[in-house]
Each structure stands twice: as C-alpha cells, then as structure tokens.
DNA sequence: TACGGGATCTGT
DNA sequence: CAGATCCCGTAA
C-alpha cells in the first residue's frame, strides 16, 4: 500500500509498532508536533480493549508561548507540563470538552504538543451516536477525547504500554526515505488562540480527511 | 470566597 | 454566530 492512500484510506487493520520511550519526547515541542505526524496513538479502555489510531494533526506549546497554559507559573493544573516528558496533560475547556497533550522537553522547560485530530482504525469499537463519518469522529481536539473517552482522571498519566494511553512510532511500512516523501506535511498558525495566535505550530498530513479544519 | 475566561463543538 | 457548561487562576 502506498503511504499516501495509507492517510486517505481508512487504515484498517493497523498492527503494534514500537512503543514511542520518553527521551524521543523530551525535545522541544515544535520538534516533536510535526514528528509525531502519523505516529500511533493507542488507547486501552477499562475492559481492557484496544483502538489504535493514527495521529493526523498536532500543535506545539513552549516555554515563553503565551498560549502556553504553562506560560505564568506554575499551578496545580498545568504542573504535569513542567516535570519531564512522557506524560499525559488533559484539561477541561468550556465546560464540557477535554483536550489531551503529550508533554514534551526536558525535565524543567514546560511545554507540550497538544493532539488535535485522529484517523481511527476503525469506529465500531466506538460509540458514533451521530453516525458521523467515520474519519470525523476524532477530528477535532474536543472530539478526539469524546471519542476515547477521555477526562480529567487520565491526566498526569505515564505513556506506557498497557496503560490507558500509549504511543507508537511510525508503522515501518511508512518509515523509509521513498515513503515518508509522499507524507506531505502542512504547517499553518494554531486554531482558536487569544494570544500568541501569530506563531506557526500547527502541523497536519496534507490529506487527510480527518484534519479538524483548513 | 467570588468572579469570569477558555488550546471547543454544534445547530441555526 | 450564539449557546452550552465548569474547572481553575486570579484578585479580594
């Protein structure tokens, strides 16, 4: 299969990839966003069932960023983003949707990569009460943790395997030179900042049908 | 203790 | 384009 119809397509039948360690994380968030463009994320629910995904759009939060939730102090809500990398930040927005980062960088230097769209292998395993389609049903950041049932309990959570949440690299199928050519990448400004709107940290696969928005 | 903003999504 | 809905940071 060729690794533009892999992003197009639905990717069924996606099989376990090496699990993504800590150090590979602990770079700079604007690194690490476009790296982790059509990397695996996996998520492992209470009964113990697994729904892989493909990641298909992230965007970078630094120290120094003003849309940064770390960027004054640190408090009780975003201190997971000033410890080391690995680990899960899951916030509350607007009352009823919840967002999930990957915190990245080195133990000290708050920052993380926030996950904003993903294709899902496959949605049967989900609830889809709007029969949307089904490369819709994760593309959105919001969307991404009502899909994988997500809140405020999995945050501050390591990203291991066999845990809720973990990550994986690249399918090898996907990781040769030849091949990672024909993933076109697209870099724009973020989505629905007040501040800091200016900075290009947003990274998606140019084709993918489950981006949240052009 | 009180107040109000926010890295969203949906239907009009 | 307005409304839903609530945690948490900030000020008092």
Not at 14 to 38: F, H, N, Y
Not at 160 to 172: G, V
Request: aromatic share 8%; charged share 20%.
């Amino acid at each position: 299969m060729a690794a533009s119809s892999f992003f197009t397509e639905f990717p069924h039948l996606l099989t376990p990839s090496a699990p993504i360690e800590a150090p590979w994380l602990s770079r700079c968030a604007t690194q690490v966003a476009p790296d982790l463009l059509g990397c695996l994320l996996v998520r492992q629910f209470p009964d113990g069932t697994c729904l892989r995904s493909v990641i298909v759009e992230t965007e970078a939060y630094t120290p120094g960023d003003p849309a940064c939730h770390a960027y004054r102090r640190r408090t009780t809500r975003n201190a997971i983003m000033f410890g080391p990398a690995g680990f899960t930040y899951v916030y509350l927005i607007y009352g009823m949707y919840h967002c999930l980062n990957v915190v990245t960088d080195v133990d000290g230097a708050p920052s993380a990569v926030l996950l904003r769209a993903l294709q899902l292998e496959t949605v049967a395993a989900i609830a889809n009460p709007r029969q949307e389609k089904p490369h819709r049903v994760a593309a959105g950041p919001g969307k991404l943790c009502r899909a994988l049932e997500l809140n405020l309990s999995h945050t501050a959570q390591p990203l291991q395997p066999d845990r809720a949440l973990w990550l994986e690299h690249r399918p090898p199928s996907l990781d040769t030179p030849l091949q990672s050519e024909a993933i076109a990448i697209t870099q724009t400004t973020r989505i629905g900042l007040t501040q800091g709107a200016d900075r290009p940290w947003r990274w998606y696969i140019s084709d993918s049908p489950a981006v949240s928005r052009r």
